[in-house]
């Protein structure tokens, strides 16, 4: 055990690790190894020598009265006064006797036991160290290279020297990645077990949109525009709703930039995916009627839930002509809307009136009757 504390220091510095961290791990290996070789029953601690650069085994007993029952229940560990007094006149009840206990006579195994024991625990203190890092990181874009795809399309990501995955269920449609690539996902899920460390990576999540725009609208990374509620069809379409609680800011404007250059380049991270940005609002039916955009609607009734577990209703009248609008190519945007805005759209159609004069007018034809005789 020459130099060990040398050897400690060395190993922390590989590692990356505390040297008390490392310190620790050692002592507890050294204890494991002296309970397993020498008397289970002991309570052990080991003790550095500064100066010699090296551990001690300490055996510490406590000086009782010579009939205390903690003799007989724990005779290891409890010496009587009177056996303590043939050591050291001086000594009274209740001080500790330390003896250092040799670790040269141990068995070879003892010894590969020791060593085995330091590396699994100082590759666990590792990974509880990364473990607390990445938990900090849940939520957040995080990047890593491709290292394997396997038969499935399920990608495997280096991150960190650890390797995460990027589930074929977690990826954009359309989207392939081959050794090498350099790749950006949310960290969706982070665990730990005697396996080691298990990252779970997501591309289709709408955290990822709106970690996206934090990185690409400085407006929304200083809180001056507030992502309200957003929605994904990964790979097809997005919805995000923003605010400003600032007058003199325009949070669409912000949020799509110049020429739509900052929504694009978000979308271009996506594989080419629309992104709609609305402005929020408190008012339902507000809010709705934004979300069902390019659509035009007449009106919207809120109809409460009927249980807890099922969305409020909301029943829209819309005019047949502006039907295919909010409904979208496939049902992308009345699904969009509804995942937006919590609610369960449906819409009403009311007939073009044009050929109808006992019709009540609305819109623009309502506008002209007021001029007509």
């Given at each position: 055990?020459?130099?060990?504390?040398?050897?400690?220091?060395l190993i922390?510095?590989?590692?990356?690790?505390?040297?008390?961290?490392?310190?620790?791990?050692?002592?507890d290996?050294?204890?494991?190894?002296a309970k397993?070789?020498?008397?289970?029953?002991?309570?052990?601690?080991?003790?550095?020598?500064?100066?010699?650069?090296?551990?001690?085994?300490?055996?510490?007993?406590?000086?009782?009265?010579?009939?205390?029952?903690?003799?007989?229940?724990?005779?290891?560990?409890?010496?009587?006064?009177?056996?303590?007094?043939e050591?050291?006149?001086?000594?009274?009840?209740?001080?500790?006797?330390?003896?250092?206990?040799?670790?040269?006579?141990?068995?070879?195994?003892?010894?590969?036991?020791?060593?085995?024991?330091?590396?699994?625990?100082i590759?666990?203190?590792?990974?509880?160290?990364?473990?607390?890092?990445?938990?900090?990181?849940?939520?957040?874009?995080?990047?890593?290279v491709v290292?394997?795809?396997?038969e499935?399309?399920?990608?495997?990501?280096?991150?960190?020297?650890?390797?995460?995955?990027?589930?074929?269920?977690?990826?954009?449609?359309?989207?392939?990645?081959?050794?090498?690539?350099?790749?950006?996902?949310?960290?969706?899920?982070v665990?730990?077990?005697?396996?080691?460390?298990?990252?779970?990576?997501?591309?289709?999540?709408?955290?990822?949109?709106?970690?996206?725009?934090?990185?690409?609208?400085?407006?929304?990374?200083?809180?001056?525009v507030?992502?309200?509620?957003?929605?994904?069809?990964?790979?097809?379409?997005?919805?995000?709703?923003?605010?400003?609680?600032?007058?003199?800011?325009?949070?669409?404007?912000?949020?799509?930039?110049?020429?739509?250059?900052?929504i694009?380049?978000?979308?271009?991270?996506?594989?080419?995916e629309?992104?709609d940005?609305?402005?929020?609002?408190?008012?339902?039916?507000?809010?709705?009627?934004?979300?069902?955009?390019?659509?035009n609607?007449?009106?919207?009734?809120?109809?409460?839930?009927?249980?807890?577990d099922?969305?409020?209703?909301?029943?829209?009248?819309?005019?047949?002509?502006?039907?295919?609008?909010?409904?979208?190519?496939?049902?992308?945007?009345?699904?969009?809307?509804?995942?937006?805005?919590?609610?369960?759209?449906?819409?009403i159609?009311?007939?073009?009136?044009?050929?109808?004069?006992?019709?009540?007018?609305?819109?623009?034809?309502?506008?002209?009757?007021?001029?007509?005789?």
């Open positions: 055990m020459e130099k060990i504390l040398d050897i400690i220091e922390a510095y590989e590692k990356g690790l505390q040297v008390s961290i490392v310190s620790q791990v050692v002592k290996a050294i204890i494991k190894m397993k070789e020498i008397d289970e029953n002991i309570n052990y601690t080991v003790e550095e020598d500064t100066k010699e650069r090296t551990l001690k085994l300490i055996h510490t007993l406590t000086v009782c009265k010579d009939n205390d029952p903690l003799i007989e229940q724990d005779s290891s560990n409890f010496m009587p006064i009177s056996k303590a007094k050591m050291d006149q001086d000594v009274n009840i209740g001080d500790e006797i330390k003896y250092e206990l040799s670790m040269e006579d141990m068995s070879r195994n003892a010894v590969n036991l020791l060593f085995r024991d330091l590396e699994f625990n590759q666990r203190t590792i990974e509880n160290q990364l473990f607390e890092k990445f938990k900090s990181s849940l939520g957040k874009i995080i990047t890593g290292v394997r795809v396997d499935a399309q399920n990608t495997f990501i280096e991150i960190d020297e650890i390797r995460a995955i990027l589930p074929v269920k977690n990826r954009i449609k359309g989207e392939k990645f081959v050794v090498g690539n350099t790749v950006s996902s949310i960290l969706k899920h665990g730990i077990d005697r396996n080691g460390l298990h990252l779970e990576l997501s591309r289709t999540t709408p955290k990822m949109l709106e970690e996206l725009l934090h990185l690409e609208v400085p407006e929304i990374k200083d809180g001056e507030i992502i309200a509620k957003s929605a994904r069809i990964p790979g097809d379409r997005a919805k995000i709703a923003v605010y400003s609680n600032n007058p003199k800011i325009d949070p669409i404007g912000s949020t799509v930039g110049v020429k739509g250059i900052r694009n380049s978000v979308s271009k991270e996506l594989n080419g629309n992104i940005c609305i402005e929020y609002s408190d008012v339902p039916e507000i809010f709705i009627s934004k979300a069902l955009s390019p659509a609607i007449i009106s919207i009734k809120i109809q409460p839930s009927e249980t807890q099922t969305p409020p209703t909301a029943l829209i009248n819309i005019m047949s002509d502006q039907k295919s609008k909010a409904i979208g190519k496939n049902g992308i945007n009345i699904r969009l809307a509804s995942m937006l805005t919590g609610y369960e759209i449906k819409l159609e009311i007939d073009n009136q044009q050929n109808d004069p006992s019709s009540p007018k609305v819109g623009v034809d309502a506008l002209q009757s007021l001029f007509k005789e």
